[in-house]
């Protein structure tokens, strides 16, 4: 049974592997082109997660995001 899936599994997981990678492949292709002159910056896909909150409204009021958080030393809001 192993010897019948074995040589079909390397190719199938590969595949996998790429379909599941590919916006990081193709942005690294783009990164590449652009680092030997041939992109333009324009041109590199910047999805993801955006760590800081966009609308002023849902931020925190301790300051987290913000160069006078607590963890940095600032003082306690209330």
């Known amino acids: 049974m ?13 595949g996998v592997l ?9 942005r690294y292709v783009k990164i590449t082109q652009m680092s ?11 999805e993801g997660a955006k760590k800081y909150p966009q609308d002023p409204a849902d931020e925190i009021p301790d300051g987290t995001g913000e160069f006078d958080a607590v963890k940095r030393g600032a003082p306690i809001v209330r």
Do not use: S
């Open 2 to 14: 192993i010897r019948k899936v074995g040589p079909w599994m390397v190719p199938v997981l590969f």
């Open 18 to 26: 790429v379909a599941t990678h590919w916006t990081d492949i193709t």
């Open 36 to 46: 030997q002159g041939q992109g333009h910056p324009e041109w590199v896909p910047v």
